[in-house]
């Protein structure tokens, strides 16, 4: 298996623009989670989805954060506009484990964001 | 603030060496894990300890859970250059339904 996917692996955009992160997890795996990591604050869940249906976006900073899962092989994460405060490390991982018991995590390499 | 904290923050040791880092936690869990994180990468999963045991290995690894004082640590045996990385311990709380990352403790391993 390749592993989860991420897209694309580095961007650097403008403030006010859109931007939009993607993620394929692995094949069979029931739930996807979306983590932003920086110096200051560290790793941070921004949302999960269980069986593509999210369950906790109480970690999304901002309403200009969306996150999507329309079928259980695909995931974007959509900022809208994104701000200077946005750059960070976002990472996506997926589980086979769907339910309340979480256990092991399977990270992406990372899209590494810079607003400028 | 967050459920795991590690400690220390920092660790710098030469190869060979043993490496401790722990773990410490507020509420009640289901079961801990311990992730390495290499520069510019994503992490990766280590092992995972229930809250129903004391102790497990895998390799140079070994994890302890004390659920009496909320804590974990994690040793690892015989240290190589490779070793160096970021280590998170993350706890999984009951009805939580995610895990839950702690600052993670920085292990830069000299040859």
């Known amino acids: 298996d390749a592993g989860v996917i991420q897209s694309p692996r580095h961007e650097v955009t403008e403030m006010g623009q859109e931007v939009t992160l993607r993620c394929k997890p692995i094949s069979g795996h029931n739930s996807l989670f979306w983590y932003r990591q920086t110096m200051m604050r560290g790793l941070e869940l921004l949302i999960y989805f269980n069986n593509n249906v999210p369950i906790d976006d109480s970690g999304m900073p901002e309403d200009r954060f969306s996150a999507k899962m329309p079928n259980a092989s695909f995931s974007t994460l959509k900022i809208q506009p994104s701000e200077p405060r946005d750059s960070a490390v976002y990472f996506c991982a997926s589980s086979p484990y769907p339910g309340p018991l979480q256990e092991t995590q399977y990270f992406g390499p990372g899209t590494r964001l810079l607003v400028l | 603030s967050q459920q795991g904290e590690e400690d220390p923050q920092a660790l710098s040791i030469q190869e060979g060496e043993n490496a401790t880092m722990n773990c410490s936690y507020k509420?009640?869990?289901?079961?801990l894990q311990w992730y390495r994180q290499n520069s510019g990468r994503g992490l990766v999963h280590l092992i995972l300890?229930?809250?129903?045991?004391r102790e497990k290995h895998s390799g140079r690894l070994r994890v302890t859970l004390d659920t009496s004082k909320k804590s974990s640590s994690l040793l690892i045996t015989a240290s190589r250059a490779a070793d160096t990385a970021s280590y998170f311990c993350a706890t999984d709380t009951p009805n939580a339904g995610k895990s839950t990352f702690g600052d993670g403790t920085t292990l830069t391993v000299k040859p």
């Open positions: 509420t009640s869990i289901n079961n």
């Open positions: 300890i229930r809250s129903n045991e």
